[in-house]
C-alpha cells in the first residue's frame, strides 16, 4: 500500500547536511477533531526528514525559526541535537507505505499528546497510536489549514476518540 497523510508542522531539527545548514527533519502531528476549550489535541504521528531536497532544507529553517514556541518537554532526534516546537501554522503532506501499530516485538507505539492554544503547548501524555513507515515529505500544502480539518486524526485512526489525560 501507499499512503498519504496530511499532518501539522510542531517542531523541527536544524543542523549541517552536505556542508550546508538548515532543518534536518520535521516534527508532525495530527489533531483530535474535538476542541477542549478553545485549545485543540494534537497527537505527534512522525519526524520525517526523507525527501526533503538541499534548497528545501535550506529555505525551512527561514519558514520554521520565527515561529518557534517554548518546548513544553525536552526531544531530541536520534543524535542528540534538539527539536524546536513551532506554532501550529504549516500542513505537509506526507507519504509511507503502511501504518503499525506495535514495533517487531509487539511492543504498542506511542506518542506524546500535546493540548495548544496555537501559540504554545502543554504536554499531556502519551497514548497509543499508528507509525507511518518509510515515511517521507513530499510537499508543503498552502491550500490546508489545521483549522479546517487539513491534519485531521482519523486519517490514520478513524475510530479513534480522545484520550483522557490530565496534566499532574
Known sequence: PHLAIHAVVIGYVEGEFEGKYGVTSLLT?????????????????????????????EEFLAVFSPLQVPAPLAMTDSDG?????????????????DLVDASSRDKENRTQVFSSDGKGYQFLGLVPFPRLTFATFNRLRPDK?????????PQVAPNATKPQLSVT
Do not use: K, W
Not at 489533531?31 to 531536497?53: A, K
Not at 534538539?82 to 500542513?91: E, L, N, Q
Open 29 to 57: 502531528a495530527l489533531n483530535y477533531p474535538e476542541n477542549d476549550d478553545g485549545r485543540m489535541l494534537l497527537q505527534t504521528f512522525c519526524r520525517v526528514g526523507s525527501g526533503l531536497t538541499d534548497q528545501q532544507r
Open 81 to 97: 541535537r534538539t527539536v524546536h516546537f513551532v506554532r501550529p501554522a504549516h500542513i505537509v503532506e506526507l507519504h509511507g507505505e
Open 145 to 153: 489549514a489545521l483549522a479546517t480539518g487539513g491534519a485531521r486524526l
